[in-house]
């Protein structure tokens, strides 16, 4: 009992604002593993839970601040930070915020805190909060902005969830973690058109789904290639179907929509860059010539 107590006491005590589903999932993984946690969140009834853990509570943002060095930030969203710490004393403390931003939110809140004396990290959760404290679910969070705070705090910041710096500038981990969600959002896209081309046949999506996404991992090596295309500034490499050859194939996609009662409108956007890449000359090429045309 006694290893228990000095193993406890020696974890680094820090301090969470914001008790959301997020949170609350960072705070009890923290409490568990016996670091001291003084948390606080504007709605109190939140904290009661985390207080029969263990938490201490604090009755505002700046009591809770002024707990310990390491403040982690975890409200709704940048102006929720303004909120809840202006006015706050914040010289000398460690800021990790979690808070999802865009990278000249980041940014600016990263001067922000260096104006107010205060060292400043910033984080893109790359999880959802069933995730947290399950290291084999494979959740991390992006972190970047000061170094040498990362590394003070490093085995803290991982106990909850897997960390992955990406770089002084405060605003590469918003960067990063929306970039990864975009994708996402494009593989959410192709998904959703296709189970609607299934809808109405008598094919049960359950069936449909082990191939969608067996199709969908055997596709990703198509990452690697394209990023070295985009490094080489040579579209053409490796290429099996050329843009022309895709150009040409597209009608039949939008054909198969129409018969199956299906709107376009997640395919043509993609299908109306490839035509605007291909009258530009780049029949040759692999789809990475669309990066290019996004950036004008």
Known sequence: MAQNTVEKISRTPLTLLGLGAMG?????????????????????????????????????????????????????????????????????????????????????????????????????????????????????????????????????????VGTTYVGADAGFAALYDVALLSAMYGMFAGLTHAFALLRKESVPPTAAAPLLSGWLTAMTHSVQGSAEQLESGDYTTGVVSGLAMQVAGAPTFLRTAEEQGVSPELLAPFFELMRRRLAEGGGEESLTGLVDLLRR
């Open 24 to 160: 609350a999932a960072l705070a009890r993984t923290w409490l568990a593993a016996g670091h001291p946690t003084t948390v606080w969140n504007r709605t109190a009834a939140r904290a009661e839970p985390l207080a029969a853990q263990g938490a201490t509570v604090a009755a505002t943002a700046a009591d809770a601040v002024a707990a310990n060095r390491l403040v982690v930030v975890c409200l709704l969203d940048d102006a929720s930070v303004d909120e809840a710490l202006s006015g706050v004393e914040l010289s000398g403390k460690d800021i990790v915020n979690l808070v999802t931003s865009t990278p000249g939110q980041a940014r600016a809140r990263a001067e922000w805190a260096r104006e107010r004396g205060a060292r400043y990290l910033d984080g893109g959760i790359m999880a959802v909060p069933p995730m947290i404290g399950v290291p084999a679910a494979g959740g991390y969070v992006f972190y970047s902005g000061s170094a040498e705070l990362f590394e003070q705090h490093r085995e803290t910041l991982a106990v909850p």
